[in-house]
């Protein structure tokens, strides 16, 4: 009887057990997930991810590499460039965002700041290295004004003269990263404001540093998180003015630093980069694992950079020279400069012929962004691009000699962060280890609570069997017995 009643208390217990995982199972996921969103708003209230937000905990790093010119005068002379790669030159980079104002439709707007700092120990060489590249205000020019009036074109030949400015720069990392002094820019800025993207110094980078990247208003997810991060408008804009097509000029997805959470392999990563003047889209790769956190990684595909006849919806950046190439003069001051992946890769191997000493691999030049696919939040990211100038004799410009007609990379650079320290640590712990206890979890409370009524049905038919032998085995001895003692009752009565 006490038997029984454990099996019915065990019976119980195990099925309640058993439940519970199943709810645990069906309704643990859901919990995840409702955590995540209501961590992942942009909301002050929201302390952890807010500040990695506001401030970006991960240390971010821009290393450039030059392609120093080895034969200058041959060059001016008609023949092929020789290039050798110099670098890296790494600066750490400082963002922080300022001027946040929340808006009631669920929006934030922000301006964010950047500034760069030269990291020696990092770096193969120094920033008073000597290296030789195009000068882009004369050479740049040239192509500019090759359809002006000869008479036009021999005069600001004889200015560049005048400033004694050539068609190549030799001169110091710092300088051309950072702004050189230019009796030429002065004189150019003092005539002709506007003319020039930049006021004061003259160098590649002069526009990044101590600067921000335009104004920006972006979702926060509280009335959807799907919408999170996604960029409502730029600089007051919701398109684009700089291309030739409506898609073209579209502002896609975020502002490049997070994503929304819960991505699949067929979610992409779309963005917007002020610096290449359009929104980007990276396609997935692989899988993969960084400090035991899963990631999906996330690269450029072939059509990126693509011209129009190659991936018909890239018409609208043209016009367009080879693929690979991307036509960024009208957001440039019409200066002929085209961006690309480092040593054109994934480019038109034609571009490979024009130049010497360029080596594209995907390992050293391919861009990435590995993802928690969760939460939408970058663990390791490297985005490296390349800066050409279009050069080539122009009639009435002596100092562009025999040039031929040449795509010439000046610098590539990477963009490059990743988590670690005690970020990371506490990202695991809150988005892989908890949620990995709480699925351990509810299996156990699942396997338990089987095995337990398993157990008790066990118990119970053990009870059964063992009852049922004290009831039947009894009654067939005392059958015996008296079958046994019969003949000998018999007997006495004879």
């Known amino acids: 009887m006490n038997k029984s ?204 540093n101590n600067s921000n990247t335009g104004l920006f208003t972006i979702h926060t997810g509280k009335d959807d998180i799907r919408l999170i991060h996604k960029v409502n408008s730029w600089n007051s804009l919701t398109k684009l003015k700089y291309w030739n097509t409506p898609q073209c000029n579209m502002i896609n997805g975020t502002a490049g630093q997070m994503w929304p959470p819960f991505m699949t392999k067929e979610s992409t990563l779309p963005f917007y980069s002020p610096d290449a003047c359009r929104s980007l889209e990276l396609v997935y790769q692989r899988e993969g694992i960084i400090k035991g956190i899963p990631l999906y990684r996330y690269v450029a595909p072939k059509t990126m950079f693509a011209n129009g006849s190659d991936y018909a919806p890239n018409e609208g950046f043209c016009p367009c020279r080879q693929s690979g190439l991307l036509n960024v003069s009208s957001c440039r001051a019409n200066a002929p400069v085209f961006i690309s992946h480092p040593h054109f890769y994934n480019a038109d191997p034609v571009l490979l012929d024009y130049v010497q000493g360029l080596k594209p691999t995907e390992d050293e030049h391919g861009l990435f962004i590995d993802i928690h696919p969760e939460t939408g939040v970058p663990l390791n990211v490297s985005i490296r691009l390349q800066l050409n100038l279009y050069m080539k004799r122009v009639s009435g410009f002596t100092e562009t000699g025999k040039i031929s007609e040449v795509v010439m990379p000046m610098i590539w650079f990477e963009e490059n962060g990743y988590m670690d320290g005690a970020i990371v640590k506490t990202f695991h712990t809150y988005l892989v280890l908890l949620p990995m206890v709480m699925v351990y979890m509810q299996y156990c409370f699942l396997g338990l609570g089987l095995a337990t009524v398993l157990g008790a049905a066990l118990l119970h038919y053990r009870g059964k069997i063992i009852q049922f032998e004290r009831t039947v085995i009894p009654d067939a001895s005392v059958s015996t017995s008296s079958s046994e003692q019969t003949p000998l009752i018999q007997d006495h009565v004879d």
């Open 5 to 208: 009643k454990l099996a019915i208390g065990l019976c119980v217990a195990g099925t309640l057990t058993a439940v519970l995982g199943l709810v645990m199972v069906i309704i643990g996921p859901i919990i995840i997930n409702d955590q995540i969103v209501k961590n992942l708003v942009i909301d002050p209230k929201n302390e952890m991810s807010y500040t990695m937000w506001k401030d970006v905990p991960v240390p971010f790093f821009m290393s450039v590499y030059f392609f120093n010119i080895l034969n200058p005068t041959e060059v001016l002379a008609g023949e092929k460039p020789m290039v050798e790669q110099r670098g890296p030159y790494v600066y750490r980079k400082r963002l922080q965002k300022q001027n946040i104002t929340f808006h009631p439709n669920a929006t934030v707007s922000y301006l964010e700041y950047r500034s760069y700092f030269f990291e020696p120990s990092m770096s193969v060489g120094n920033e008073s290295d000597v290296v030789t590249i195009p000068n882009m205000l004369v050479l740049g020019a040239a192509v500019m004004m090759e359809n002006l009036p000869l008479a036009v074109r021999l005069l600001i030949s004889a200015t560049f003269k005048a400033f004694n400015e050539g068609p190549f720069l030799s001169k110091s990392v710092g300088e051309l990263m950072w702004g050189y002094d230019s009796k030429l820019v002065d004189f150019l800025n003092k005539w002709f404001p506007g003319m020039l993207p930049s006021t004061g110094k003259f160098g590649l980078f002069s526009e990044f």
